[in-house]
């Protein structure tokens, strides 16, 4: 590969804040450029290899029998098998495909396929900064091959890194990502769990009981147009309305409304 291609993408930090939004992992990597532990010493990080800092591992082929643990392949966890053949903190870098290079992290026993790498720090190197290191380095952009793009053990060593080797600095870093991560984590499951109270709750209300055939109109107290109104309640706007769309109606033909955007109206605007 040409040096251009081997140079590495951590450099994207000192850019954090000229970048439009991005995937969650790959912008609290960024963001990393606003901590203290980042400025404070990255004068001091080091020039090496990525392989002086990582030891990769080859997967095997998925065992036949299923089991309780997971199986990792190019794109995440393809299914669960009844062996493991990684165990602890492991790095699971896909090898294979579209999505070669993407970039997991695992602290529990695993089997990694033969579509998949496993990478496990060298020397005191902490597994959760290198985790977050790889996903910066975009690995995707770096595979061989265009028809078929691959990411090997051979390429992956040779990538030429600039990186602290102190272990507090690693530790600080990793842990202010890993608190980010976990609470965009608990945010989204959060979502998950609302939207299903709110759907089991639509569905009580017009699909469990007993329903008889009618007009949507018999059902609406009054309607008025031309005011969109605001998100949130805000000065004069804080009379509540349901705006009624055109994509709508399919989802109140099942009971299940949960798209009609609440909206926020000035009350004079109801009496017109």
Same mark, same amino acid.
């Given at each position: 590969?040409?040096d251009?291609?081997?140079?590495? @993408?951590?450099?994207k930090? =000192? @850019?954090?804040?000229? %970048?439009?939004?991005?995937?969650?992992?790959?912008?609290?990597?960024?963001?990393?450029? =606003?901590?203290?532990?980042?400025?404070?010493s990255?004068?001091?990080?080091?020039?090496?290899?990525?392989?002086?800092?990582?030891?990769?591992?080859?997967?095997?082929?998925?065992?036949?029998?299923e089991?309780?643990?997971?199986?990792?392949?190019?794109?995440?966890?393809?299914?669960?098998?009844?062996?493991?053949?990684?165990?602890?903190?492991?790095?699971?870098?896909?090898?294979?495909?579209a999505?070669? !290079?993407?970039?997991?992290?695992?602290?529990?026993?695993?089997?990694?396929?033969?579509?998949?790498?496993?990478? +496990?720090?060298?020397?005191?190197?902490? %597994?959760?900064?290198?985790?977050?290191?790889?996903?910066? $380095?975009?690995?995707?952009?770096?595979?061989?091959?265009?028809?078929?793009?691959?990411?090997?053990?051979?390429?992956? =060593?040779s990538?030429?890194?600039?990186?602290?080797?102190?272990?507090?600095?690693?530790?600080?870093?990793?842990?202010?990502?890993?608190?980010?991560?976990?609470?965009i984590?608990?945010?989204?499951?959060?979502? /998950?769990?609302?939207?299903?109270?709110?759907?089991?709750?639509?569905?009580?209300?017009?699909l #469990? /009981? /007993? %329903?008889?055939?009618?007009?949507?109109?018999?059902?609406?107290?009054?309607?008025?147009? !031309?005011?969109?109104?605001?998100?949130?309640?805000m000065?004069?706007? =804080?009379?509540?309305?349901?705006?009624?769309?055109?994509?709508?109606?399919? #989802?109140?033909?099942?009971g $299940?409304?949960?798209?009609?955007?609440?909206?926020?109206? +000035?009350?004079?605007? %109801?009496?017109?």
């Amino acid at each position: 590969m040409s040096d251009e291609l081997n140079k590495p @993408k951590f450099d994207k930090l =000192n @850019k954090a804040k000229d %970048t439009e939004p991005v995937e969650v992992s790959e912008r609290n990597a960024l963001n990393l450029s =606003n901590s203290d532990a980042l400025n404070s010493s990255k004068r001091d990080w080091k020039e090496c290899k990525l392989g002086d800092v990582i030891e990769f591992g080859n997967g095997k082929a998925r065992p036949e029998k299923e089991g309780s643990f997971p199986v990792y392949g190019g794109n995440g966890v393809l299914g669960y098998a009844n062996e493991f053949n990684y165990d602890g903190e492991t790095i699971i870098i896909g090898r294979v495909g579209a999505y070669c !290079g993407a970039t997991y992290y695992e602290n529990r026993p695993i089997w990694v396929s033969d579509n998949a790498l496993a990478a +496990k720090p060298r020397d005191k190197n902490i %597994t959760k900064f290198l985790y977050y290191f790889l996903k910066n $380095l975009d690995l995707n952009q770096l595979a061989e091959g265009s028809s078929h793009p691959l990411v090997t053990q051979t390429l992956l =060593n040779s990538i030429e890194i600039k990186i602290t080797d102190n272990i507090p600095e690693q530790k600080s870093i990793a842990g202010v990502l890993s608190s980010l991560d976990d609470k965009i984590d608990l945010l989204h499951r959060q979502n /998950k769990t609302l939207e299903a109270m709110a759907e089991t709750l639509f569905r009580q209300w017009f699909l #469990d /009981k /007993k %329903t008889t055939v009618g007009k949507l109109g018999s059902l609406i107290s009054e309607t008025f147009g !031309g005011e969109w109104g605001k998100e949130n309640p805000m000065g004069d706007f =804080n009379y509540p309305v349901y705006c009624l769309r055109g994509t709508d109606i399919a #989802d109140l033909q099942l009971g $299940l409304a949960k798209r009609t955007p609440l909206r926020y109206i +000035k009350e004079k605007n %109801t009496k017109k």
